[in-house]
């Protein structure tokens, strides 16, 4: 059997979102309000270890407590991307598909999601771990010492980040350049945990979906089984869409929302109908 190659794949996606771009706009930008509560969350870590820096409290209370955050968010954001990949299955399938597919992990499944999502959230987590620390640790620097943190507050009231004294800004750059690093390489380094997760558990949802007879660990299992000998068509498939990804990161966020965001899931979407249609199946029977 002949698999679709990753240019066929985002041609036919290219079809389907023509004309039903409102939609999946509209499910874009309502999943990023649904997702404020993972950015309190966040910031609410955050403040715990800058209170926990203050008070010369326990920090590792700080970081368990960060790593929990991470994990429930990861889960929380899981339920979303169950609902948009019915969402895009719908498309792809020519059927009637509304915003209100966001909300389907809600509605069906959802503490089957919830396990179903478990390991994978774990492991992001670990991945994020450096980048949370040299966050942590950046923090722990400002907030000890006093003298240098009340002038930062002054400068930012009085004149703004690019308003600082030449001097301050020297000494800044002298105390944070190397944390700044630090937060820059864990971040290529979490990105990366991303696109590695993402790939090796990219069609547990999507079968979630359309197999919901069947147990958490037998998911897990047809997922390995329909992706044996696609793994490197699926990696290029999301190589391609790299400098799609790099663009927006640079330079224009709202193209994400418009067009790269729905094109990619879109042509994720008909990855997996592809290796249905191929024989690949979760029970291991082609």
Known sequence: MDYLSPGSLKRIARGQLFGRLGTVI??????????????????????????????????????????????????????????????????????????TDLFAGFREGFF????????????????????????????????TDQAFLDEFYRQMMTAGMMGMDQAFVEDFTSRFTPYSRAITYSGIFAVGGCVLVGILFSQILYLASDYSDRSVIEIFMGNFRVMTGHWLRFAFLVLTFAPWFLLCMMYCTFLAVIWVFPYYKAASANFYIDLLRGGKHPSGSD
């Open 26 to 99: 509209g499910a874009f930008l309502l999943q990023m309000v649904c997702m404020i509560p993972v950015f309190v969350l966040y910031f609410a870590g955050l403040v715990l270890v800058e209170a926990l820096v203050m008070g010369n409290g326990n920090l590792l209370i700080g970081y368990v407590a960060e790593f929990v955050i991470l994990i429930l968010s990861f889960l929380y954001i899981a339920v979303f991307l169950y609902g948009q990949n019915q969402l895009y299955l719908k498309l792809a399938c020519r059927q009637e598909a509304t915003v």
């Open 112 to 143: 089957r999601i919830i396990a179903l999502a478990a390991a994978p959230s774990v492991l992001l987590s670990v991945f994020f771990i450096p980048v949370v620390i040299a966050i942590n640790r950046m923090i722990i620097v400002m907030y």
